[in-house]
């Protein structure tokens, strides 16, 4: 194996393992910064050690004895430095004898097999309440899905000081917050849970039809969201919304071979060729779905997404999309979860399912409502029902304000070729 192939190895291990020792290191030490610093000292020992040593046989035990081995020594010389300290030095001794047998237990038990309790805590962390959306994101893909600095400013189009300044403000809101490591209990986690699916939906939904930039997907944040939802819906197995937004995300990840040409321009749903959707992805989201089924109580959100995702997945054509039931599913969700955006998505159903002036009449109750007057969503339907009804100079004007509004250049791109091809059908005898 050459140096450039172990390094590679070495980072493709660190990315699997990365959370699991985090995770490890911040039950220790209860500080997510001291964690990730003592994370990073493994990560650099591997590095010097293992080109000479070779790769452990089991490389994640390695690296968490590694760093829970540097994190109490440093904890103990820091303590011992004072002599007032002299009788918590005593006690961090005894810990770490206890921390070195619960890591031999550990070991014993396996380090390599699935994601574990401290994870599921650490992803807790991170997607606390106290910090923003954006912060709650970069820190969960920073701290869980083991993406770098550099890969998140590139997934989210911001410079990478601004995102490294992003995660350094997220750990320190945690620490002056005194936010525990823990899974909440009771009646505390339902709010929680809610945090952390919600992150792992924006960020799949950022990879699935990105926010800005030249590249309308960004496959590595959908890959990094399925990683987590599995890892979530294996932790947490009683849990009918943890399967639901992993059934979400499976159909959804199928269609993603199909989404983009060769030259990587956008291929609209009714467009692409179904043949090209990922079937095992496809089994995988019907299968988490009829476990959120199973599930007593309601179905929430995510489920009933997931089921308007399956309806679409059974459908080998267009045509034989089930628009009436998707109709009836969106009518439920907007029980449960109302928004402008559900009422734009059962708009296009019911256009679907009962004619363009149905739908058009539904997208028209939405023209006055401020949370969409910048949402480029809502004239490109507009524009999609006025040219199916033939009205082709209000369609082109609708698929033009919608190329203004985006901030993606190839959805842009793709809504003045709309818009071009509204001028062509008009010009037709």
């Not at 923003?132 to 998140?152: F, M, N, Q, W």
């Not at 679409?312 to 999309?321: G, I």
Request: proline fraction near 6%; glycine fraction near 6%.
């Amino acid at each position: 194996m050459t140096n450039q192939e172990l390094v590679a190895t070495i980072e493709a291990i660190w990315r699997i393992e990365s959370a699991r020792v985090v995770a490890g290191l911040a039950r220790l030490t209860h500080d997510l910064g001291l964690a990730e610093d003592f994370a990073q000292d493994a990560l650099v020992a591997a590095l010097e050690t293992w080109p000479s040593t070779g790769i452990p046989d089991n490389p994640g035990a390695w690296l968490m004895a590694t760093a829970k081995r540097r994190a109490l020594d440093r904890l103990r010389h820091q303590s011992m430095a004072a002599s007032k300290h002299v009788e918590l030095a005593r006690e961090l001794d005894a810990r770490h004898a206890l921390f070195e047998q619960a890591l031999t237990e550990r070991i014993d038990a396996t380090l390599d097999g699935d994601i574990d309790d401290d994870v599921l805590r650490l992803l807790f962390t991170a997607c606390h309440p106290v910090l923003s959306p954006d912060a709650r994101a970069a820190l969960t893909l920073k701290v869980v899905g083991g993406l770098t600095t550099e890969e998140i400013a590139r997934a989210y189009l911001k410079s990478e000081p601004t995102i490294a300044q992003r995660i350094v403000r997220a750990k320190r809101t945690l620490t002056e917050a005194h936010v525990p490591f823990e899974v909440p209990r009771g009646a505390a986690l339902t709010p929680r849970l809610a945090s952390v699916l919600q992150i792992i939906y924006l960020i799949f939904n950022e990879g699935y039809a990105a926010t800005a930039g030249d590249d309308w997907m960004r496959p590595t944040l959908c890959d990094e969201a399925l990683r987590l939802g599995r890892a979530l819906a294996e932790l947490m197995p009683q849990a009918s919304e943890v399967h639901g937004l992993a059934a979400l995300m499976e159909i959804q990840a199928s269609r993603l071979p199909a989404r983009v040409d060769a030259n990587g321009d956008p291929i609209l749903l009714p467009d692409q060729d179904r043949s090209h959707w990922d079937h095992l992805l496809i089994r995988r989201g019907l299968a988490a779905l009829a476990r959120a089924e199973a599930l007593p109580g309601a179905f929430g959100p995510y489920t009933l997404q997931a089921a308007i995702a399956a309806c679409h997945a059974r459908a080998a054509t267009l045509e034989d999309t089930d628009w009436p039931r998707i109709t009836a599913l969106y009518d439920a969700l907007a029980v449960i979860a109302p928004s402008p955006v559900i009422t734009l998505n059962r708009a296009v159903a019911v256009g679907m399912a009962f004619g363009p002036a149905a739908g058009l009449e539904l997208v028209d109750g939405l023209l006055a409502e401020p949370t969409l007057a910048h949402y480029h969503l809502l004239p490109s339907v507009r524009g999609d029902l006025l040219a199916r009804l033939d009205r082709i100079p209000e369609a082109r004007a609708e698929f033009e304000r919608a190329a203004t509004l985006t901030r993606n250049g190839r959805e842009r791109a793709l809504l003045l070729a709309r818009a071009a091809a509204c001028t062509v059908k008009r010009r037709r005898p």
